[in-house]
């Protein structure tokens, strides 16, 4: 069983027992957070698409860490001029563990 779920601008494929590193979320870790957002469902016998969303679906997960990804690197340079800058980001992001999809 496998559900397609939009959080964060983005869409993921999630199945039980899954971790995701997603946009952050407000919420402590050891939280648990419910995704309303469901785009399709498979339970095995046959799959739901949404239009946009499957009503009465819904996916439960559990909040393990709030954390920062890796360091991107900006680096912008004009040639023949002394014009240099560098600049670093780094995202935030929600480790979640799927613990649960209801299907409707």
């Given amino acids: 069983m496998y559900a397609v779920i939009r959080t964060g601008g983005k869409q993921y494929r999630v199945a039980e027992n899954d971790v995701l590193f997603i946009e ?3 919420a402590e870790a ?7 957002e469901v785009l399709a469902v498979d339970t095995g016998a ?3 698409l949404g239009a ?4 009465g679906a819904k996916v439960v997960g559990k909040v393990l860490e709030q954390k920062k990804a890796d360091k991107v690197i900006i680096f912008k340079k004009r040639q023949r ?3 240099r ?3 670093g980001h780094r995202q935030r992001l929600t480790v979640v563990r799927i613990t649960g999809i209801t299907a409707p």
Avoid: C, N
């Fill in 85 to 87: 800058r560098m600049r």
């Fill in 24 to 26: 952050k979320l407000e």
């Fill in 81 to 83: 001029s002394t014009y």
């Fill in 46 to 48: 046959g799959t739901v």
């Fill in 52 to 55: 946009p969303l499957v009503s």
């Fill in 30 to 36: 050891g939280a648990d957070v419910e995704f309303g």
